[in-house]
């Protein structure tokens, strides 16, 4: 349906030997648009997977096949969501407008809801670069609101400020300065200077090779100094 000889322009399809439909424009093994005998469908590729297949033909900088959304208003929002079997919305992938002709990228869940807004905002992405989880106005390449839980190494090469308390079950080891409201620490190494605005709490030994200087009282079961 729709050939035309003199340009092998080619239209809608029925491949006989692969029991697809096609619609191609150009030569009839381009494959723009397919369906298969169980309704899946393929953008390039006549053997989608179960749902939509887009196949990008080996070289994406030519051919570009991605999938797009294209929004007719930048104050709204547009993405990607899942319900369940139910009808509920259960995750949204979408942007949120950031002014300017920007946006961010929000990944909103939890609790299955009627109603796509009513799911939280988890985790946002700025066009800026920064990174929240728990927030969608991070100030740094990541803000976390929140507890962060780790059972490796936390590296950090910059300084290393808290708002609040720090608590390490095991050794903690900075070669910069650290700042903090309080600390609570078994053991902890540095070359740079310990700074607490509160107080410090150490399980064990407390070695410096410089001096110690105290604004306020020194107390413990041995506080006792030794140069």
Do not use: C, M
């Not at 950031?98 to 961010?104: D, E, K, P, Q, R």
């Not at 839980?149 to 609040?164: K, M, N, P, Q, Y």
């Amino acid at each position: 349906l729709g050939y035309q000889a003199s340009t092998q322009k080619l239209g809608l399809i029925y491949d006989d030997s692969e029991d697809v439909v096609t619609f191609s424009y150009g030569a009839a093994t381009n494959n723009h648009f397919v369906i298969d005998a169980t309704g899946s469908i393929g953008l390039g590729t006549k053997a989608p997977a179960v749902g939509l297949t887009i196949y990008d033909g080996g070289d994406l900088v030519a051919n570009r096949q991605n999938l797009t959304l294209q929004t007719s208003q930048n104050t709204a929002s547009q993405g990607i969501a899942f319900r369940n079997s139910g009808g509920a919305y259960t995750w949204n992938i979408y942007r949120a407008d950031a002014g300017s002709n920007n946006a961010s990228l929000r990944i909103a869940g939890g609790t299955y809801n009627d109603t796509i807004e009513d799911l939280t905002d988890y985790v946002t992405y700025l066009h800026t670069g920064e990174v929240g989880i728990g927030i969608t106005a991070p100030t740094h390449k990541l803000t976390v609101v929140g507890t962060v839980s780790g059972s490796s190494t936390l590296e950090a090469v910059g300084a290393t400020i808290l708002g609040s308390t720090l608590s390490v079950s095991g050794a903690t080891t900075l070669a910069g300065s650290t700042s903090a409201q309080a600390l609570t620490a078994t053991t902890y190494s540095g070359s740079g200077t310990l700074h607490t605005v509160g107080a410090a709490t150490f399980g064990a030994t407390l070695a410096t090779t410089g001096s110690i200087t105290a604004t306020g009282a020194v107390s413990g079961a041995a506080a006792t100094f030794t140069t």
